[in-house]
């Protein structure tokens, strides 16, 4: 259990976790001297995985509300939200911050979001434009339409993006973007560029009403393929052994035949098996990899000894993939190759993953003798993942130790969800780890527990 205060670092740390902790620790003590650690918060997204987790800005804006400190971190803040940040990740939580503020009333944030409206850098993506059109209205558009037409000259690709109007039609109805750019676009000529732009090619724009057959494209000029109607079942199906083995054998590259890894999942035992045959025959390290990768999800009736073997073998990726590959097994040799590793302090390359079929009473000590904080960030995160799906298959009292561990230590805020869900599944959550998770950063973690937003 933790204690309250805590120290600068165990606050930032918790903060950049999301942790609710950091969000008792500023109610009950205030936020003196942490100015720093906030402002960085709030120009920094400081997520794991920001395309996975949810957005933290408007919980960090609520963790400093009330606090003396609050208004003196927001007028440091503001100013910066519109500087140039080459991460996109940061320039996205920038404009949430803004938009966010200046619905609030803060006049400045509002001037600052248009500030933060650009073309990212070295990409296509604009940012800005979604949080413009949800706060300002059709006021917005108008800003968005007619800085991608300024563009026109230029860049006319870049110009030619539909997204505003999707946008602005969701929140209005469709058809209502089109109409209030058509009537601004006899007076300004960028919202015309924009508007030609959009355009398909030969198309005039004579009429001012959306129609049926004519909205962000028309339909008239897409030629559409057959094969797309297909599932992505359906497509991993009909690639046969043969299919895979020639491109094993000629592709290149690092993330060749990573798609290999969905194949399995879908294809039929016998070419698994003759995937297998070609599996036990190769001897180059980057093709055995490739032939590992449908048994991350395609399981034989039985588990075949090539697995075990080449779970020693000296490249570690492979090594990584057998044991993925044996760990679908409850078998007496794979739970063997578990203890000997696990008994070892090896753990990050899905030794963990080995005990899913092979969990006994008196595990999770063992497993707990192998875990350690002090590793590499990703490492840490892979093995919360495999740890996960070992204490979910395995409903026991046992989890709660490695899943305090993982609630503690994992960077991930979806993982840490997931640990305290087994926990209360197995009636083992601790009562500090439940009030603390009324305050998480994470909206479906509070609820889960019997909270909504962060209480006062």
Known sequence: M???PLDPDKFKAALHRGQGRAFMHARRFGLGGLDEVLIDALLHDRQYDPQCECGRFAWLLDLIARDPIGERVLDAVIPRLGEPTENFWDATQRCAVAQLLAARGRAD???????CLRICKDSSDVIGPSEIIELDG????LRVASFLGALNDTDRERCADNSPIRWYDEAHGEGAARRILEHAAVHSKEVAAYLRAIEPEGTGNEQSEPTRDRGYLNVNNVQFQAQA???HADKMRRISARDVIESVRT?????ACIWLISWGGYAAVADLRTIRDE???EEDPERIQRYLRPFTHGVLPELDPCFLRLANHEDTRVRDLAQRAASHYAHPDVRKLALDRLSAGQFVHSEVLLLKKNFQAGDAALLMGALRPDVDIHDLHGVGHDLLKVFSTNKTPECLEPMLFLYEHTPCSNCREDAVEIMMSTNTAPAWVLDECRFDCASSLRS????GSPPD
Do not use: H
């Not at 059709?138 to 558009?141: E, F, P, T, V």
């Not at 592709?251 to 993330?255: A, K, L, T, V, Y």
């Not at 889960?448 to 909270?451: A, F, L, Q």
């Open 2 to 4: 933790f204690e309250l």
């Open 109 to 115: 944030a509002r001037t600052a979001l248009y500030q």
């Open 138 to 141: 059709a006021d917005g558009l």
């Open 229 to 231: 109607r297909e599932s």
């Open 251 to 255: 592709e290149s590259g690092p993330w």
């Open 279 to 281: 599996l036990s025959r």
């Open 448 to 451: 889960r527990v019997g909270g």
